[in-house]
């Protein structure tokens, strides 16, 4: 890896490079060997809305193996994850047992089943557990993942294990995973890789995930400056992209993802 302290990138050439690769990859193409391709084998907007937030929590690792157990998580929903989450029975649930996905075991699943069923009794879409957390004059979805996260773990049969699932900026984390879904949810796309079905949350508020591809092209070219990677750093990145385009910045996280993929300088 080069010494980023000595790369030098004119903003022109910056921009120019992520504008070229955001057309490249920002594509149906993208979508068969990435965890978005889960949701997108929905059509049922709360389907979406379920197998993309388990989608984007268990992605970590190879993409292959995340996008096989997020199969086998629909299976043993029938395919239909909306329908069951909301007329399942405690005798539907000795399956579950058996799933796990490196450190997502089965206590974290039947929570997850437990949160889903309860919520979707109240509320249409999940995008009222983030937004009712946001503010008119929030520049970024901060709030909307605090208040998620509180959110979720304010049930007395919430499991302390399961915390670390949810990532939250309190922690100081990047919520690589959360941005990544909000995105997926938020984001108006002309080319149909991200959804774009939810309204209240504005596609200039979202924030950058930070994969460890992302987080390495981004400080070869000088977007990201901080050491360490967090939740400032998340939006240090975020307002970096947004001088490129102030109304949708988080489309470069395809640019800066394929980047890295393809090894740029490196």
């Known amino acids: 890896m080069p010494d980023v302290s000595q790369t030098a990138y004119p903003p022109s050439f910056v921009a120019e490079l992520l504008d070229a690769k955001v057309a490249q990859y920002n594509q149906p193409d993208f979508i068969p060997f990435d965890p978005i391709s889960i949701p997108h084998r929905f059509s049922v907007k709360q389907d979406i809305e379920i197998m993309g937030f388990w989608a984007a929590v268990l992605a970590w690792g190879q993409r292959k193996t995340i996008i096989n157990k997020c199969l086998e998580l629909a299976a043993l929903m029938d395919n239909a994850p909306y329908d069951f989450v909301r007329n399942h029975h405690d005798s539907d649930l000795k399956p579950f047992l058996h799933f796990k996905h490196r450190t997502f075991n089965a206590t974290d699943t ?84 991200d959804f774009g079905i939810w309204n209240t949350i504005r596609p200039s508020q979202l924030v950058c995930p930070c994969d460890v591809h992302v987080d390495r092209v981004a400080r070869i070219l000088g977007l990201i400056k901080r050491p360490v990677t967090d939740w400032q750093t998340a939006t240090e990145l975020t307002a970096s992209l947004r001088l490129l385009d102030p109304n949708d910045p988080v489309k470069y996280d395809f640019a800066l993802f394929g980047l890295g993929i393809e090894g740029f300088a490196s």
């Open 110 to 193: 039947l929570y997850f089943l437990h949160f889903f069923q309860e919520y979707y009794k109240v509320h249409d879409s999940l995008e009222f557990a983030f937004s009712s957390h946001m503010t008119p004059g929030d520049i970024t979805i901060e709030s909307a993942l605090t208040g998620f996260h509180d959110f979720f773990t304010k049930s007395e049969n919430f499991p302390a294990r399961t915390r670390k699932h949810i990532a939250t900026p309190a922690r100081k984390s990047s919520c690589k995973r959360l941005n990544m879904f909000l995105r997926w949810m938020v984001r108006k796309d002309d080319h149909g890789v």
